[in-house]
């Protein structure tokens, strides 16, 4: 596993923990962000180990979804729940009347977990690189 993989699922896990913190506090809109954070962190970790790297968390997101959920090589409701999160975490950041619940905070911070446990799972595998299957100047 390449370093910069490791320190990427290794800031996920914090990000995870920051939302468990967070979130016993009752402090949901900051723990739905940690919890984005940390899919997406681990999102960024699985497209790196295949030399894949975006600025912005759309191509991310696209990217995750065109070569992992969309190919079947992640079970794409992981995707979803990265989509998911992002919308959350919008609304905990910039939404002033919308109030996300500790049980629906909680629940997604279950999916979180599950999400990365996923990617580790993935990434020490031993499972081929994607890059052969990349069209050209997908990059």
Request: net charge negative; aromatic share 10%; no cysteine.
């Amino acid at each position: 596993m390449k370093e910069e993989t490791r320190l990427l699922l290794e800031k996920a896990e914090r990000a995870l923990q920051a939302a468990q913190t967070l979130l016993d506090t009752g402090d949901t809109e900051f723990s739905a962000g940690r919890v984005y954070y940390a899919m997406l962190y681990g999102a960024q970790a699985l497209l790196r180990e295949n030399d894949l790297q975006f600025s912005k968390h759309s191509g991310v997101h696209a990217a995750f979804g065109q070569h992992f959920a969309k190919t079947g090589v992640i079970d794409p409701k992981y995707h979803r729940w990265l989509l998911d999160a992002f919308d959350e975490r919008l609304q905990g950041d910039y939404g002033f009347q919308v109030r996300l619940t500790v049980e629906a905070v909680a629940a997604r911070l279950e999916q979180a977990h599950e999400f990365l446990g996923e990617i580790k799972r993935y990434l020490e595998g031993g499972h081929q690189p994607i890059r052969e299957d990349l069209p050209e100047g997908e990059e």
